[in-house]
């Protein structure tokens, strides 16, 4: 039956369920057994590319910064759309371009609309 | 068939109205900063009405785009309908946007037209693929109009509510098809009708889980109960125009979809589903009803009639004998819905604005001040209660012999309680214009701007007009291939 094979193949979702989770699980365990523990202030504090907190994090950002992270995702979001385009443009032909070329159409009017309210200025 | 030499004739409608809203768009942002743009307002009931021309011209015969799109006499009806529905409301929304100077104009109906885009799409779809891409399209839009009083807490809090909850049923209606999908291994919903009566009888858990997720999720955008509790808050909170839109045209829409998904890609297995809708639609007309009475503004008590009303509609979906026949019913009602509701939210953005108050006693005095919108009104509140001739009576009517030729009794009875407690509220409307003294504040006369009087005017006609010559419309319906 089609729908038994549906079925089984989450038995690989579950198997790597069960790894993701026994992996750090065993080995953290295994750690804790065998490693001495003696902690003090120095091996406490950061080190390596780390630096000490200041501050709260949980403070307002301005409000342009949402502004540009959606501005960004529409276009990180275009060029996922533009790879695989680009790749079988071959078979797409004159219609796939014309599809992809209202699609950047549309996005550049989005673009030119944010332009003139402002929306890339900082202050 | 290939999409690549597909008919692309048949979605010109779609075509030019997008390229109008995107007109209007550039123009909004070309032509300066100014908020007050009142020319894209005309401009945009231009575009609408060139497009309702289109679809009357371009979708009267049936025909599909690569199992994708299609056109047939549901989906021109229904976009006749919406397109005159978001004609109305921008109609209103010209009065309304005069009044409050810090609504930017370009955006408001751009977004208005980007939302009656993704309704068409809705309606015209034969893939949940599609229809999703629609859905979407129109929800987005809905939700940034509901937030469109930026300065205003109780609007803000509208569109934050809206934009949660209605994320929350996109995302049960993804899993739902998802599950769907899954077994059937298509997203066509012809062929999805065809894989579902083998399906049912191996899997009916898994299959009437997911038809219970897309409930969900569809009712949520329908309200109905218990889907329905953003409405009171969202109708009150977005501005008076969007809310005669969300009331309107989002809930034709929405009942657009579940018609689509349910008489062609579950139709093969209605025994399973029309019970669910019996259900849905007994609680929505008994909870709507009973809790509009104890509304005191006039805002949320329109979103619990609209939440009765939705009810009245389903009624239909869950007593098929014939689908012609179901069909017919359920556009003749939706047209009148759309009529009476429209005329009734004119007048209602009107007298709110004029007091500044959203209260029904806000109406007191009415008939003194205003006569003929006085008049308008009770017969679309007449219309919606259900009596003689108007044309909310004559839906009602079919609707309710429907359910008796469906041997669903209990279901008609409902139906009648639930109408006769309607009366109630809507009466109580109808107490404070003719039975209660403007209030000393008030002007003594209120001015009726044109537009907002165009719309009061024709939603009156078709009001009365298709209550006196119902089978005008309804022989039309009659003879129409419904599904394509």
């Given at each position: 039956m089609e729908l038994d094979l549906y079925f089984s193949n989450y038995t690989y979702v579950i198997i790597f369920v069960l790894f993701g989770v026994a992996l750090p699980v065993v080995s953290l365990t295994f750690g804790r057994l065998l490693r001495p523990k003696n902690p003090y202030d120095d091996k406490l504090s950061t080190y390596e590319s780390g630096i000490k907190p200041t501050g709260e994090a949980q403070i307002r950002f301005h409000v342009a910064y949402y502004i540009v992270a959606i501005e960004f995702i529409i276009f990180d979001i275009e060029t996922v759309f533009l790879y695989p385009w680009a790749v079988s443009l071959g078979q797409l032909g004159w219609v796939g371009l014309n599809a992809m070329l209202i699609f950047i159409l549309i996005l550049a009017l989005g673009l030119g609309y944010s332009w003139k309210k402002r929306v890339l200025e900082w202050n | 068939m290939s999409a690549y030499n597909a008919n692309w004739s048949l979605m010109t409608p779609e075509i030019v109205l997008m390229i109008l809203a995107l007109v209007i768009f550039t123009l909004d942002f070309m032509t300066g900063m100014s908020r007050n743009k009142p020319f894209l307002g005309r401009l945009s009931i231009l575009s609408l009405l060139a497009t309702t021309v289109l679809v009357a011209v371009f979708n009267r015969e049936t025909g599909q785009i690569g199992d994708m799109f299609v056109v047939d006499g549901f989906a021109m009806v229904l976009k006749i309908v919406i397109l005159l529905g978001v004609a109305g409301v921008i109609a209103i929304s010209m009065y309304y946007v005069d009044r409050h100077r810090d609504v930017y104009q370009g955006e408001y109906y751009s977004l208005l037209l980007f939302a009656t885009l993704g309704a068409m799409l809705m309606v015209s779809s034969a893939d949940l693929i599609t229809l999703f891409v629609g859905l979407e399209l129109l929800s987005i839009s809905a939700y940034c109009l509901a937030g469109f009083k930026k300065y205003n807490g109780k609007s803000t809090e509208a569109a934050i509510k809206y934009v949660v909850l209605g994320g929350t049923a996109s995302a049960f209606i993804l899993y739902?098809?998802?599950?769907?999908?899954?077994?059937?291994?298509?997203?066509?919903?012809?062929?999805?009708?065809?894989?579902?009566?083998?399906?049912?009888?191996?899997?009916?858990?898994?299959?009437?889980?997911?038809?219970?997720?897309?409930?969900?999720?569809?009712?949520?955008?329908?309200?109905?109960?218990?889907?329905?509790?953003?409405?009171?808050?969202?109708?009150?909170?977005?501005?008076?125009?969007?809310?005669?839109?969300?009331?309107?045209?989002?809930?034709?829409?929405?009942?657009?979809?579940?018609?689509?998904?349910?008489?062609?890609?579950?139709?093969?297995?209605?025994?399973?589903?029309?019970?669910?809708?019996?259900?849905?639609?007994?609680?929505?007309?008994?909870?709507?009803?009973?809790?509009?009475?104890?509304?005191?503004?006039v805002k949320r008590l329109m979103a619990f009639s609209g939440v009765a009303q939705a009810g009245y509609l389903l009624v239909p979906v869950a007593t098929m004998v014939s689908l012609d026949m179901t069909m017919s019913m359920i556009t003749f009602y939706a047209v009148a819905y759309l009529l009476m509701t429209l005329g009734a939210f004119a007048i209602i953005t009107l007298v709110t604005e004029d007091t500044e108050d959203d209260a029904l006693t806000s109406f007191s005095g009415l008939y003194q001040r205003a006569p003929y919108l006085a008049i308008a009104m009770t017969i679309f509140l007449l219309s919606l209660a259900g009596l003689p001739i108007t044309a909310g009576f004559f839906g009602k009517f079919y609707i309710f012999v429907g359910a008796i030729q469906a041997e669903m009794l209990w279901l008609a009875v409902i139906m009648i309680f639930t109408s006769i407690v309607s009366f109630f509220y809507y009466f109580g409307i109808m107490k404070q214009m003719f039975m209660r003294d403007p209030k000393p504040n008030d002007d003594q006369t209120l001015s009726v701007p044109k537009p907002v009087s165009a719309v009061v005017t024709i939603s009156l006609v078709g009001t009365i007009g298709f209550g006196l010559l119902a089978n005008v419309l309804t022989n039309y319906f009659n003879n129409l291939q419904w599904f394509f």
């Open positions: - | 739902g098809m998802s599950f769907v999908y899954g077994l059937t291994g298509t997203t066509s919903l012809v062929d999805i009708n065809e894989a579902v009566p083998t399906l049912f009888a191996d899997y009916p858990y898994i299959m009437t889980m997911a038809i219970m997720f897309m409930i969900a999720g569809f009712g949520f955008k329908i309200s109905v109960v218990p889907f329905h509790m953003w409405a009171p808050d969202v109708y009150e909170g977005a501005p008076t125009p969007v809310t005669s839109f969300l009331s309107v045209v989002s809930k034709i829409a929405g009942f657009g979809i579940v018609l689509r998904v349910f008489f062609v890609g579950f139709e093969s297995v209605y025994d399973e589903w029309a019970f669910i809708f019996a259900l849905l639609a007994a609680i929505t007309m008994i909870v709507g009803n009973m809790i509009a009475i104890v509304q005191r503004k």
